[in-house]
């Protein structure tokens, strides 16, 4: 079992910064997978970012290439997100979820292929 917990979500302005935690429990950090998703209001929930477990391979949105970096340290047992230049757009709430995998591959874009989830942390950009 794993157990994920998100911090960092705040209310920032147009071109501001704000990098999220995921503080994980339950399991070495280094056995599992991360991915970053956020989902506003009416809409689906969307792949931000993931990494997979030695860190080695990063996926990341279009909307945010260039913009947001995800990064680990397993031996603090926390994923994170920096997350630059935001924009209104990208007021939402936003969750990391973990998978136990050895091949970290577009496949896990998907939200269904996660198995476990935190609670999420709000982010606000005011324009």
Not at 28 to 38: D, H, I, Q
């Amino acid at each position: 079992q794993v157990q994920l917990v998100e911090s960092g979500g705040g209310l920032v302005q147009a071109g501001d910064s704000l990098r999220l935690s995921c503080a994980a429990s339950g399991r070495p950090t280094s056995s599992y997978a991360v991915g970053w998703f956020r989902q506003a209001p009416g809409k689906e929930r969307e792949f931000v970012a993931g990494i997979s477990a030695g860190g080695g391979t990063t996926y990341y949105a279009d909307s945010v290439k260039g913009r947001f970096t995800v990064s680990r340290d397993n031996a603090k047992n926390t994923v994170y997100l920096q997350m630059s230049s935001l924009k209104p757009d990208d007021t939402s709430v936003y969750c990391c979820a973990a998978v136990i995998t050895d091949y970290y591959t577009t496949y896990y874009l998907r939200p269904d292929s996660y198995a476990y989830w935190g609670q999420g942390t709000q982010v606000t950009v005011s324009s």
